[in-house]
């Protein structure tokens, strides 16, 4: 997969050389390239932003430097996170794992100019995604929270493809609890179950754990969660 970030903050990016997204660049798996926008900018002082028209608080991003630095990477799917988009989730994550080509814009101040977004959408996929309902400073983050979300997707980047299908949000549920060794810690005990050796008990009890879990702390879950999925044995929430 490759992958554009456009960005006034380059060095935001410094993590994405780390840990599993570092590795995946290593392997070829993902070829991510992160461009200062700055770099489009003619005047001397490299000015990327004016006030609104229309007045308000604020400054908007300049479309020109975007529309010459969108032209640079070419075409692909656009993503601009941003308080106003989609929510983003585990689906929109698999969605995007398929792709070829990501470029994300990461806007600051009170946003891009629209006709940037009208713009590239007359000729790619744009995609408005958020994180949630809270401002940030920018899109910078977001793009850091997006490629964690979308790289541990990508063939060959997880060691146990089963965590994949294991893990929370992948069955519409939140994952049971976990537990490693000691068996006894600070008084505090691993539940017996768990040490039982019976597979298909602690399987029961990991779904039970699962669904309450899900109804206590995601009731909009559990709501969405499709009835016909319930086996016989799954307690009432
Ligand atoms: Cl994706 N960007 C910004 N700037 N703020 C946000 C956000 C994104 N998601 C929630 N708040």
């Given at each position: 997969m490759r992958v554009d970030i456009?960005?006034?903050?380059p060095d935001y990016f410094a993590p994405l050389e780390l840990s599993l997204i570092g590795k995946a660049r290593g392997t070829?798996?993902?070829?991510?390239?992160?461009?200062?926008l700055r770099t489009w900018t003619s005047d001397v002082h490299r000015t990327v932003d004016d006030t609104p028209y229309g007045g308000g608080p604020g400054m908007v991003m300049r479309?020109?430097?975007?529309?010459?630095?969108?032209d640079a990477v070419g075409d692909g799917t656009l993503i601009v996170p941003s308080p106003v988009g989609k929510p983003f989730t585990q689906a929109d994550a698999y969605a995007l794992a398929a792709l070829d080509h990501l470029i994300f814009a990461c806007g600051r101040y009170e946003g891009i100019d629209q006709r940037v977004i009208d713009d590239a959408a007359s000729r790619m996929p744009v995609r408005e995604v958020s994180l949630g309902d809270y401002v940030l400073f920018g899109g910078e983050v977001a793009v850091i929270v997006i490629m964690e979300a979308v790289t541990r997707l990508l063939p060959g980047v997880l060691g146990n493809a089963d965590s994949l299908t294991e893990e929370s949000h992948a069955a519409g549920l939140l994952e049971?609890?976990?537990?490693t060794k000691p068996a006894s810690w600070r008084s505090r005990e691993v539940p017996d179950i768990l040490r039982s050796g019976d597979h298909g008990k602690i399987a029961r009890w990991r779904r039970d754990q699962s669904l309450s879990r899900t109804a206590s702390r995601r009731p909009d879950m559990m709501a969405a969660y499709p009835l016909d999925q319930l086996d016989k044995a799954d307690k009432k929430a």
């Open positions: 456009i960005s006034i903050f070829g798996i993902l070829d991510l390239n992160v461009h200062d479309p020109e430097p975007w529309g010459q630095a969108l049971a609890p976990v537990y």
